[in-house]
């Protein structure tokens, strides 16, 4: 699938990508792929009783794994996703099932390719945002070249390669 | 009381070493990976896939190369210190990436308020990486609990041939 500039607009929402619910397993076995061995995420005894939390806690690292492949997807193998940004704002638990969104929020022609800004996050079931952040992926033009690979990040602020 | 000291403002743009991570990109690391966080992009593991892209051959996911620094072959168990401990955590390695501590009393906590991630290109199966961070920024401001300090930990990650891969920003909050 190739994704060009032109195709997009500023409001644009895309295809949400949802995963879960979440169980112990799932949790295990990215703490595992991880080498993470941080009980919170795989022994709930302790995540509840010994840190009082409400449950074992789904990793950010896997949130952020997430939003990556969201983005990814989104922007096919002629786009490259630059620049993402997000905070973890709240927990999420075992047995949620998460819902990632991200909605175009501005564009920016450059020589080489286009930019498209973007706002994003992950709601639970309840609709409670944990994982708000922005992203900037690099878009051909339908009638140009390939956008640069290694990606040539355009001159300017944050550009010091 | 003020967190930003003298002693702390000296470690403004500190700088780790260069270190290596123990293994390359294994592919079966690669396979646990990507299944574990549910991505089944043919790119990881496809070379039929990838030959007519730009990168030519399957390639780790972008972030891999921030979960490669791992304990190598040949040193301590960290968990043995706490073989007595029921209140282990599980908790292993630093968050400091190979840079000093902040200087700052024992009481003060860490939470990660976020992370800035810009992306070059994908490591290779097989090819080796690097990291090196540097306490990008150490920022003071006041919240209702007291002053707090924002410390970002900016990490390069290098390829192979030394060509950049992957520069995070981790912002952390202590107070």
Same mark, same amino acid.
């Given at each position: 699938?190739?994704?060009? %500039?032109?195709? !997009?607009?500023?409001? #644009?929402?895309?295809?949400?990508? !949802?995963?879960?619910? %979440?169980?112990? &397993?799932?949790?295990?076995?990215?703490?595992? &792929?991880?080498?993470?061995?941080?009980?919170?995420?795989?022994?709930?005894? %302790? &995540?509840?009783?010994? #840190?009082?939390?409400?449950?074992?806690?789904?990793?950010?690292?896997?949130?952020?794994?997430?939003?990556?492949? %969201?983005?990814? #997807?989104?922007a096919g193998n002629t786009g490259w996703v630059w620049k993402v940004g997000f905070q973890f704002r709240a927990m999420n638990v075992e047995g949620e099932v998460l819902r990632l969104w991200a909605r175009v929020t501005g564009k920016r022609e450059l020589p080489l390719y286009g930019l498209v800004d973007l706002e994003l996050g992950i709601v639970n079931g309840e609709q409670k945002e944990s994982t708000p952040g922005t992203a900037i992926i690099a878009l051909p033009y339908a009638k140009g070249a390939p956008v640069p690979y290694p990606f040539v990040p355009p001159q300017g602020p944050g550009s010091r390669t | 009381m003020s967190l930003l000291t003298a002693e702390v403002q000296a470690l403004i743009g500190a700088e780790s070493s260069v270190e290596a991570a123990c293994d390359e990109v294994e592919r079966g690391a690669v396979r646990r990976y990507v299944q574990a966080y549910m991505d089944n992009d043919p790119i990881f593991y496809s070379d039929e896939v990838t030959n007519p892209l730009p990168w030519r051959e399957p390639v780790a996911p972008p972030l891999f190369p921030m979960n490669m620094f791992r304990r190598p072959f040949g040193t301590p168990d960290p968990f043995s210190e706490h073989d007595r401990n029921p209140d282990f955590d599980g908790i292993v390695g630093s968050t400091a990436q190979g840079l000093p501590p902040l200087p700052l009393p024992k009481t003060i906590g860490l939470l990660n308020a976020g992370t800035e991630v810009e992306v070059f290109r994908y490591a290779k199966h097989g090819e080796r990486v690097t990291a090196k961070s540097s306490y990008h920024s150490i920022t003071e401001k006041q919240s209702s609990k007291g002053p707090m300090l924002l410390v970002v930990i900016e990490t390069e990650y290098r390829g192979g041939e030394g060509g950049l891969l992957l520069r995070v920003q981790k912002t952390l909050i202590r107070r």
């Open positions: 699938m190739s994704r060009y %500039f032109e195709q !997009v607009n500023v409001g #644009d929402v895309l295809e949400p990508l !949802v995963r879960g619910p %979440f169980r112990s &397993a799932h949790l295990m076995r990215w703490s595992s &792929a991880m080498e993470n061995w941080h009980k919170i995420h795989y022994d709930r005894k %302790f &995540a509840v009783e010994h #840190d009082k939390l409400p449950g074992i806690l789904i990793n950010g690292t896997l949130k952020q794994q997430m939003i990556m492949q %969201f983005l990814r #997807d989104w | -």
